[in-house]
């Protein structure tokens, strides 16, 4: 509505200065001031017409990056996916594109360029939480809530641990999983499309050797996961012997009171909890940045 009436204010000035110029030019020129007036009618319909769409582009243009930056932030909100760490900044907003209906809408009339949609460059840099299995993203959650429970440990930021090899291993481990996550649920679909009809003795003997392969590939990511956790229980530990060395810092409370009580032997036993709290925060430290030393795995295939 404020562009129209823009629009309008804009024509309203240029039809004004017409008649003013036509006035003007023919008050000084007499009847040639007409002529020139004549020729300034087209050159500021031209004018006003070039100005009109340029104004309307630049309009338009604004409303949809505004659009568009509302879509994305309520995929961002209700969409659960898990995307290439190796994505640039640009290259995440265009998955973040793919997974708004309109613009999908868009990619879906491209199916030509890509026939398997597995191929797709667009869906392999991102993994959608709910299409896996209940049992992948079960195992999903646990990694992830593994890797939070890092990234918030004190110990992190006391950069007691190695900051930067878990800021780039920690979201390669989650991406990776995913990966091998979703690969694992569309091989078991596979399967149980394949299983849906008679099953003969010919397509169980070519089934079972397949479905071992699925099996040993499902324990080999619940055993990274498991080493995710182990390694998320070691920063919990040291995170552990931090606030007991925190601690501490009362114990002169409590040897002023066994002063005051006439005791020897609190004191030396308070000194002695001080020395061993140590050597724990030391060795569970240690133990927590040897564990993420563990978690380098082979690239995903």
């Not at 629009?7 to 008050?27: E, M, Q």
């Not at 050159?43 to 009109?52: D, Q, R, S, Y």
């Not at 840099?125 to 209940?134: A, G, H």
Request: net charge positive.
């Amino acid at each position: 509505m404020a562009t129209r009436r823009g629009y309008a204010w804009s024509s309203l000035a240029i039809c004004v200065a017409i008649v003013l110029s036509a006035f003007l030019l023919h008050g000084v020129f007499g009847e040639v001031g007409l002529l020139y007036t004549v020729l300034l009618i087209p050159m500021g319909l031209a004018v006003f017409i070039v100005a009109h769409d340029v104004l309307s582009r630049r309009n338009t243009a604004a409303a949809e990056r505004r659009r568009l930056a509302g879509e994305r932030e309520h995929v961002r909100r209700t969409v659960d996916f898990i995307a290439d760490p190796d994505l640039t900044e640009q290259q995440r907003l265009a998955v973040i594109d793919a997974l708004i209906p309109r613009v999908r809408r868009v990619r879906d009339r491209q199916k030509d360029r890509y026939p398997d949609p597995h191929e797709d460059p667009f869906t392999v840099r991102y993994v959608i939480v709910s299409e896996l299995s209940p049992p992948a993203r079960a195992l999903l959650e646990r990694a992830r809530r593994a890797v939070t429970s890092v990234y918030a440990s004190r110990a992190m930021r006391l950069r007691l641990l190695d900051g930067p090899a878990n800021e780039m291993l920690l979201p390669r481990q989650i991406w990776e999983i995913a990966l091998l996550l979703r690969a694992q649920t569309r091989l078991w679909q596979e399967q149980e499309r394949a299983m849906s009809g008679v099953v003969t003795p010919e397509l169980r003997a070519v089934l079972e050797p397949q479905q071992e392969a699925l099996r040993r590939s499902a324990a080999a990511v619940k055993a990274r996961v498991e080493r995710l956790e182990r390694y998320a229980r070691r920063v919990a530990e040291a995170d552990a012997a931090l606030r007991a060395r925190d601690a501490l810092a009362a114990n002169h409370k409590y040897r002023a009171l066994l002063a005051r009580t006439d005791d020897a032997e609190g004191p030396a036993a308070l000194e002695a909890q001080a020395e061993a709290l140590e050597e724990t925060l030391a060795r569970s430290v240690r133990e927590a940045a040897e564990a993420g030393h563990t978690l380098t795995m082979p690239a995903a295939p």
